[in-house]
């Protein structure tokens, strides 16, 4: 019943601009913080972005820093993530999460499939 499905990956050239969506359902959408993960090849997840449930400050993996941007929008159950100056490095599968309680103590959580970036010439 919960879902959260990401569209808006593919190829793209190194400079170039990608939009990422997350639809979410079967949760009650503003009482959980939101988040984007991307796992690279052999890498370990690492977090690019999150806004709490709060609506507090959006924050940023320095690698995205002023580069992306993330919002959320509760009354259409969507995340987003607007991706430009995109760089080879920012080849990933990119995840949308749901996280009730904090980011770093989350009470309960979910996960999206995922969806490709692939950065490259």
Same mark, same amino acid.
Not at 16 to 33: I, Q
Not at 57 to 81: H, P, Q
Not at 82 to 96: G, I
């Given at each position: ?11 793209? /050239?190194?400079? +170039?601009?990608? %939009?990422?969506?997350? &639809?979410?359902?079967?949760? *009650?959408?503003? =009482? ?6 991307? /796992?690279?090849? +052999?890498?370990? %997840?690492?977090?690019? &972005?999150?806004?709490?449930? *709060?609506?507090? =400050? ?16 509760? &009354? ?46």
């Amino acid at each position: 019943q919960v879902q959260l499905v990401e569209s808006g990956g593919g190829l793209v /050239q190194p400079g +170039g601009s990608l %939009r990422l969506s997350c &639809a979410a359902s079967g949760f *009650t959408f503003s =009482n959980y913080g939101m988040s984007w993960y991307r /796992q690279a090849p +052999g890498k370990e %997840r690492e977090l690019v &972005a999150t806004i709490p449930s *709060t609506a507090a =400050n959006t924050n940023y993996a320095e690698s995205v820093k002023g580069r992306f941007a993330m919002s959320r929008d509760n &009354a259409k159950n969507m995340v987003y993530l607007q991706m430009n100056s995109l760089k080879p490095e920012d080849t990933a599968v990119y995840f949308c999460y749901a996280y009730r309680g904090t980011i770093m103590r989350p009470l309960t959580m979910y996960w999206g499939q995922g969806t490709q970036v692939t950065v490259s010439s």
